[in-house]
């Protein structure tokens, strides 16, 4: 058993930026890694990689995601307020140095569909760009976003209109094998991690 360390805020003030940004990035451990595919209005794709996303809820079916604050400019941003769609999709073993390589700051009219080597998809449903190469995909509506005032960060939040995804990983009763979809985890900014189920319990009651 390793010595337990204690970190107070002082220790905290005087921590080296990028350490800091490194510990606190992975302190709330692992978190599902996902790239988020817009179109701007004069047809430029876009996509970037995200940590942040999140279930808000079931009936009917929202999600969302944290976004940076938008002092500097944030693609995504613009083409899903422009558009009001986006599109969330799952980043898998098979591909993930190219997913990661989307965090590069590229200039709006460079696609990180076509640089990092990735096929765009469309359906009927939804302008936004899928990324073809994702097993799990899910189509949203932008609903609305809420100012997070400590640190100027928006959560956003959208309506599922369409998800594709292997009808071989659904189960009957709804669950996803993730494991099988080859979905990944990640901690931090840039650590990855294969996923492994290890249990899936019944629904928790009193007494049982």
Known sequence: ????????????????????QALFNMLSGFKS??????????????LAIFNSVLHIGAN??????????????????????????????????????PAHQT????PA???EFEVCGFTPQYTNH?????????????GLEYVEESLIQVNSTLLIVGKIVEILLPEAILT?????RLDEAGSVAVA?????????????????????
């Open 33 to 46: 890694a996902h790239l988020i595919g817009t179109i701007s209005p004069e047809g430029a794709t876009n």
């Open 188 to 208: 931090g900014l840039d650590t990855y991690y294969a996923a492994r189920q290890v249990a899936q319990l019944d629904y928790a009651r009193p007494g049982q």
């Open 126 to 138: 939804l302008r936004a760009p899928y990324v073809q190469e994702s097993r799990i995909k899910i």
């Open 60 to 97: 009917p079916p929202y999600m969302g995601f944290i976004l940076r604050p938008t002092s500097v400019e944030r693609h995504t941003y613009n083409n899903l307020k422009a558009n009001r769609q986006f599109t969330i999709n799952h980043v898998h073993q098979d591909f993930i140095q």
């Open 109 to 111: 009219e460079v696609s």
């Open 172 to 176: 009957p009763d709804g669950h996803l």
């Open 1 to 20: 058993m390793t010595t337990e360390k204690h970190i107070t805020t002082a220790d905290i003030a005087g921590m080296e930026r990028f350490y800091r």
């Open 103 to 106: 965090s590069a700051k590229y």
